[in-house]
């Protein structure tokens, strides 16, 4: 059993920058396709970003790519999600989660795909 937490969430305002981290429990972290996800109030849980085992592949959904950046580092069991430009728009509660069926070399945006998942950092954008 995987133990993601995530942590860097925080009430910020509009234009400014947040560093969203994950940190999982187990080694074989360094094998898992992992992906943000939020969930704002009354709204499905969706997409956000993705990445694969190296940090090689990435791919985000259309309403945040060019302002947030996934990344990771194996030798220390995290993913990040650097956040610019926020909007209010991205008011959420982040979601961490790991893939670890999907071959590591691919990505992942269903939540489907996803078996492990973070309890959830919240982040409020103020205008």
């Known amino acids: 059993q995987v133990q993601l937490v995530e942590s860097g969430g925080g009430l910020v305002q509009a234009g400014d920058s947040l560093r969203l981290s994950c940190v999982a429990s187990e080694r074989p972290f360094s094998t898992y396709v992992m992906g943000w996800f939020r969930q704002a109030p009354g709204k499905e849980r969706g997409f956000v970003a993705t990445?694969?085992?190296?940090?090689?592949?990435?791919d985000y959904a259309d309403s945040v790519r060019g302002r947030f950046t996934i990344s990771r580092d194996n030798a220390k069991n995290t993913v990040y999600l650097q956040m610019n430009s926020l909007k209010p728009d991205d008011t959420a509660v982040y979601y961490c989660?790991?893939?670890?069926?999907?071959?590591?070399?691919?990505?992942?945006?269903?939540?489907?795909?996803?078996?492990?998942w973070g309890q959830g950092t919240q982040v409020t954008v103020s205008t």
């Open positions: 990445i694969n085992w190296n940090g090689g592949v990435t």
């Open positions: 989660a790991a893939a670890p069926d999907v071959n590591s070399w691919s990505t992942a945006r269903r939540k489907t795909d996803y078996a492990y």
